[in-house]
């Protein structure tokens, strides 16, 4: 199971089965948290609700910080740990395209597929748009191409972008978090929340 020891002699089927329930575990929590409300979502953008921001700074405080005692008694190898190549162009495009179709559709890939699997009307077109953008990615990839693959940085970690150690690194996030969280509810406070009575 890629990075995790205890799963690194384990069978393929074994590895997918982990996998699985992981998933469903993660879209659970998803839903729980709300995450399957597009009004929720877009609540981030106009301050009334941080719920996002929140429950997002949480589980990566929580993934690093546990990633990084995992990897000190060893039951985890970070060197293992697959990082996407930095493409300094693309990486600037394709933030603003996702954060334009996050605050109008009210969702990301992942908190779509959740609304999807209890059958938000909304979350349908809002995937179906997915598909159409990566549609039409892929058909125009050949004139774009040469910006893509541009400005290559390789395989970069943000804690090594900053010259931090992980460890360090995990303290600077921590900090950023409790400031954040505390603007968070200064956010909240200050601007009202839309009297709505139903959600699709």
Do not use: H
């Not at 609540?43 to 719920?51: A, K, Q, V």
């Not at 938000?120 to 598909?131: M, Q």
Request: charged share 10%.
């Amino acid at each position: 199971m890629g990075p995790i020891l205890i799963f690194s002699e384990s069978p393929v089927w074994l590895s997918l089965l982990v996998a699985f329930f992981i998933g469903i575990v993660f879209g659970f929590a998803l839903e729980q948290a709300g995450f399957s409300s597009s009004r929720k979502l877009a609540g981030m953008f106009y301050g009334y609700d941080t719920t996002v921001l929140k429950v997002f700074f949480t589980a990566a405080i929580f993934a690093l910080v546990g990633s990084l005692l995992m990897n000190y008694f060893g039951m985890i190898n970070l060197d293992m740990v697959f990082v996407n190549n930095y493409y300094v162009g693309a990486a600037i495009v394709g933030g603003v395209i996702m954060g334009a179709g996050f605050i109008m559709g009210g969702f990301c890939p992942g908190t779509g597929l959740c609304a999807l699997s209890i059958g938000k009307i909304d979350a349908i077109f809002f995937l179906l748009g997915g598909f159409l953008g990566a549609f039409l990615y892929a058909e125009t990839y050949p004139l774009i191409s040469a910006f893509a693959m541009d400005y290559y940085q390789g395989p970069v970690k943000i804690n090594e972008w900053m010259g931090l150690s992980p460890g360090v690194f995990a303290l600077v996030l921590i900090i950023a978090a409790v400031i954040l969280f505390w603007l968070a509810e200064k956010a909240e406070k200050k601007f009202p929340r839309p009297n709505i009575t139903n959600d699709y």
